[in-house]
T-cell receptor, first 116, second 113 residues
Framework: DQQVKQNSPSLSVQEGRISILNCDYT??????FLWYKKYPAEGPTFLIS?????DKNEDGRFTVFLNKSAKHLSLHIVPSQPGDSAVYFC???????????????FGTGTLLAVQP | KAGVTQTPRYLIKTRGQQVTLSCSPI?????VSWYQQTPGQGLQFLFE???????NKGNFPGRFSGRQFSNSRSEMNVSTLELGDSALYLC????????????FGSGTRLTVV
């Protein structure tokens, strides 16, 4: 049972335009969401997170939006740069419910290609 | 400070063999979590160790096991390897675990032939 889903395996965007990566979840107990970026032959690196008490969090070119009623979050990258080309994973956990025994559940990833 | 170190980086094993992977967390981190990454499956949670105790476990068969030492270094072991075990195995360390503040290593690429 895939509790965190990224339905687009890949996305291609022109440099300078907006990249929108989407993520859906099914577990209503999830209250903390994160995005990770992964280059080949490297481990995932943390990008941005959002708590369920917010609907938006911004960090430079990266903004994450959370729609709790739709159980949907998205990552916006503006403007997109060729160096942003990587696999992006969304992840979720139920911080408020499981405490320290939480585990981070990841989606299947979206490969973003930013064309120069 | 040094990051999360996983050894070896690459490994080729034969079906039926066993393998041990190692993860050295960031100094001071007490939690180590292990994930399996395969194409199309994303990162699948294997288990988490905190202060030498397994605190959480994913849905993997008993062939997958792990342990953590008093210096927080962790090992995972896969016995009776199957072709489907070929994957990138990632570990993540954090101070308190539970999904907080994970730093990932570069992973061990295991190929089973």
């Amino acid at each position: 049972d895939q509790q965190v889903k990224q339905n687009s395996p890949s996305l291609s965007v022109q440099e300078g335009r907006i990249s929108i990566l989407n993520c859906d979840y099914t577990n209503s107990m999830f209250d903390y969401f994160l995005w990770y970026k992964k280059y080949p032959a490297e481990g995932p690196t943390f990008l941005i997170s959002i708590s369920s008490i917010k609907d938006k969090n911004e960090d430079g070119r990266f903004t994450v939006f959370l729609n709790k009623s739709a159980k949907h979050l998205s990552l916006h990258i503006v403007p997109s740069q060729p160096g942003d080309s990587a696999v992006y994973f969304c992840a979720a956990s139920a911080r408020g419910y499981g405490g320290a025994t939480n585990k981070l559940i990841f989606g299947t990833g979206t490969l973003l290609a930013v064309q120069p | 400070k040094a990051g999360v170190t996983q050894t070896p980086r690459y490994l080729i094993k034969t079906r039926g063999q066993q393998v041990t992977l190692s993860c050295s967390p960031i100094s001071g981190h007490r939690s180590v979590s292990w994930y399996q990454q395969t194409p199309g499956q994303g990162l699948q949670f294997l288990f988490e160790y905190f202060s030498e105790t397994q605190r959480n476990k994913g849905n993997f068969p008993g062939r997958f096991s792990g342990r953590q030492f008093s210096n927080s270094r962790s090992e995972m072991n896969v016995s009776t390897l199957e072709l489907g075990d070929s994957a990138l195995y990632l570990c993540a360390s954090s101070f308190e675990g539970g999904g907080y503040g994970y730093t990932f290593g570069s992973g061990t690429r295991l190929t089973v032939v």
